[in-house]
């Protein structure tokens, strides 16, 4: 039975011409403590932008410079969002939504790239990863030492997105998940080490047949098999590196699924309904 819908929606009241204002008023607002470290962010990084970031040069050279990724890595922009206990700065949605607004007014491809990393790419092992998981990956990504995509477009899903057709083939023998199929238009996808990939396994439904369903995976460039195309040329945000990714009998542990295993595309729209 489909789950009952308690709050009227906000979007849906729009067609109507209706704001709901009780849905979204009072507007939600930090607490002293996150302010004053909001303060503290902002002053660091508009002293860093006006000496680093060049936005125009960004867009016409189509590319973010390493200086640029490295500050933001010292400043430790990498893991913003993510909790103190992890090594990052633990924001609140409200404050994380102001850093990125804030490095957005500098140069809008770089907060693609650190939006791209920390509310898609690494945002469903933070969502549905295990502690271990955690401990495994989030040190390196905080830091930027590991830059994180979210793998889920490819050549014929989009927005229909149940209808990806990459594939995680499990080889008992050797513990692990063999991946392959290609995605597309990924941000950071030429840049990343660390991949939220979502893919096709066969699992037996209650009638003991298989049937594919989609499981979220952590892929790591390491692993070997990833490869990435070259960054698209758009006529926008040109520095964000939007490119395809593949993945050619990629070795995935078994440990390296987020969720549970056919549970991939809750996993999915979570992270983006997150991300948004
Ligand atoms: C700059 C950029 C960065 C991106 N970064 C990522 C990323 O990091 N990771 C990732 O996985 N993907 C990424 N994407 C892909 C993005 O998520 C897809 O473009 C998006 O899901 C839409 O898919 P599509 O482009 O195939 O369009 P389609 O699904 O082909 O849709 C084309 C048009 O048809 C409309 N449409 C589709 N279905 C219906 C329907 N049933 N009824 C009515 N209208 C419909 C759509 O609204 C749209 O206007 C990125 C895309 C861009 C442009």
């Given at each position: 039975?489909?789950?009952?819908?308690?709050?009227?929606?906000?979007?849906k009241a729009l067609f109507s011409g209706l704001i709901l204002?009780?849905?979204?008023?009072?507007?939600?607002?930090?607490?002293?403590?996150?302010?004053?470290?909001?303060?503290?962010?902002?002053e660091s990084f508009e002293k860093f932008a006006e000496d680093k970031i060049d936005p125009a040069a960004i867009d016409e050279k189509a590319e973010i410079p390493s200086e640029v990724i490295d500050g933001?890595?010292?400043?430790?922009?990498?893991?913003l969002n993510t909790p103190e206990a992890y090594g990052g700065f633990g924001l609140s949605a409200t404050a994380w939504t102001k850093a990125l607004e804030m490095v957005c007014h500098a140069d809008p491809s770089t907060s693609l790239l650190l939006g791209a990393h920390q509310s898609i790419g690494i945002k469903a092992l933070h969502l549905f990863g295990t502690e271990e998981q955690k401990q495994k990956y989030l040190p390196r990504l905080v830091t930027g030492?590991?830059?994180?995509?979210?793998?889920?477009t490819e050549p014929g899903a989009g927005?229909?997105?149940?209808?990806?057709?990459?594939k995680a083939v499990r080889d008992e023998a050797q513990g692990?998940?063999?991946?392959?199929?290609?995605?597309?238009?990924?941000?950071n996808g030429n840049l990343a080490d660390?991949?939220?990939?979502?893919?096709?396994?066969?699992?037996?439904?209650p009638d003991g047949d298989p049937h594919d369903k989609i499981?979220?995976?952590?892929?790591?460039?390491?692993?070997?098999?990833?490869t990435s195309g070259k960054p698209e040329n758009k006529m926008g945000i040109k520095g964000s590196a939007t490119a395809a990714v593949f993945f050619e009998d990629v070795k995935v542990p078994f440990e390296n699924v987020i969720g549970e295993r056919g549970r991939g595309f809750k996993v999915a729209m979570e992270v983006l309904n997150s991300g948004r």
């Open positions: 039975m489909s789950k009952k819908v308690t709050k009227p929606s906000f979007s204002e009780d849905l979204v008023f009072p507007f939600p607002k930090m607490d002293k403590e996150e302010a004053e470290n909001m303060d503290l962010i902002r933001l890595k010292e400043l430790g922009f990498f893991g030492e590991m830059i994180g995509a979210f793998c889920l927005s229909d997105a149940a209808g990806i057709k990459t692990c998940y063999i991946l392959n199929g290609s995605k597309l238009w990924i941000t660390f991949f939220t990939v979502f893919a096709k396994e066969e699992i037996a439904g499981t979220a995976f952590i892929v790591t460039r390491d692993m070997g098999g990833v």
